[in-house]
């Protein structure tokens, strides 16, 4: 299940790379970077409130 959303995301990114010029009207030249940014802004907001609420358990002694 995790190398099917592994691929899956993967896709998803290309797809954004494609796109972008077409739908969101970004320059060609700097298509790249902005899916760059884009995926690593994605990547950040699905992980961090993973990150926080296993830090917030943790602290209150949950996981032990």
């Known amino acids: 299940m995790l190398a099917i959303n592994f691929l899956a995301s993967i896709y998803?990114?290309?797809l954004l790379y494609l796109g972008a010029p077409?739908?969101?009207e970004v320059p060609?030249?700097?298509r790249g970077k902005f899916t760059a940014i884009s995926a690593a802004v994605?990547?950040?907001l699905?992980?961090?409130p993973i990150v926080?609420?296993?830090?917030?358990a943790n602290a209150?002694?949950?996981l032990d």
């Open 22 to 24: 077409v739908l969101l």
């Open 12 to 14: 998803s990114i290309y």
């Open 28 to 30: 060609p030249e700097k």
């Open 42 to 44: 994605l990547m950040l």
């Open 60 to 62: 209150m002694g949950n």
């Open 52 to 56: 926080l609420v296993v830090f917030m």
């Open 46 to 48: 699905t992980w961090l």
